[in-house]
């Protein structure tokens, strides 16, 4: 199976902060990668698919770029109801797998 | 309204059989890719089996943590997918989401979660 890898697992940040987060594939997934928000208590999210399409009504901050197996989400202007966990999922060979996970809370 | 509502989840024992249902309204589950995706307590997210839609004939995929064990069938006529949860392990315990996959992307909508916890 595709081993995926975020970093960092968390870190603390500002509203109005630009946030970058990583995530690395262990074998390439071509442009098969998308990104969920997960609030406490909430389901996830998908914000961004195909490595950088904007999920239909996601805010335009949020931005995805990478190929391969580097990967990165980049928040602009971060807003308090960003504060979350991000995943990274590849879905381009089975079993589909989802990266650790990192949390982004309140300086 | 598009709207996907997970159910049947609760305590049973190790070694115990559950089964969990995911209704879908406003849209047509059959004619999407449909995924069950589990979350342990305080955990992340685990991928755990995907039904394709019709045009795929309903092909199964599963991880290998669940494969064997956990099967995914779906009810056009309820609009449902199923998760038969068989021989359940104290490790399963997580909340079940199903979430929707329309072609050319992934987990585009998800239901709220059901509960399931294995415990004696």
């Known amino acids: 199976a595709i081993r995926m890898t975020q970093s960092p697992s968390s870190f603390s940040a500002s509203t109005g902060d630009r946030v970058t987060l990583t995530c690395r594939a262990s074998?390439?997934?071509?442009?098969?990668l998308a990104w969920y928000q997960q609030r406490p208590g909430e389901a996830p999210k998908l914000l961004i698919y195909?490595?950088?399409t904007l999920q239909s009504g996601v805010p335009s901050r949020f931005s995805g770029s990478g190929s391969g197996t580097d990967f990165t989400l980049t928040i602009n202007y971060l807003q308090s109801e960003d504060f979350a966990t991000y995943y990274c999922?590849?879905?381009?060979?089975?079993?589909?797998?989802f990266g650790p996970g990192t949390k982004v809370d309140m300086k | 309204e598009e709207q996907l509502v997970e159910s049947g989840g609760g305590l049973v024992q190790p070694g115990g059989s559950l089964r969990i249902s995911c209704a879908a309204s406003?849209?047509?589950?059959?004619?999407?890719?449909m995924d069950w995706v589990r979350q342990a307590p305080g955990e992340g997210l685990e991928w755990i089996g995907r039904?394709?839609?019709?045009?795929?004939?309903?092909?199964?995929q599963y991880a290998a943590s669940v494969e064997g064990r956990f099967t995914i069938s779906t009810d056009d006529s309820k609009n449902s997918v199923y998760l038969q949860m068989n021989s359940l392990k104290t490790e399963d315990t997580a909340v079940y989401y199903c979430?929707?996959?329309?072609?050319?992307?992934?987990?585009?909508?998800w239901g709220q979660g059901t509960l399931v916890t294995v415990s004696s």
């Open positions: 195909a490595t950088s």
């Open positions: 039904v394709g839609n019709k045009a795929s004939r309903y092909t199964t």
């Open positions: 999922q590849q879905y381009y060979v089975y079993p589909f797998t």
């Open positions: 979430s929707r996959s329309p072609r050319g992307s992934i987990g585009d909508f």
């Open positions: 406003g849209f047509t589950s059959s004619e999407h890719s």
């Open positions: 074998q390439g997934v071509r442009s098969s």
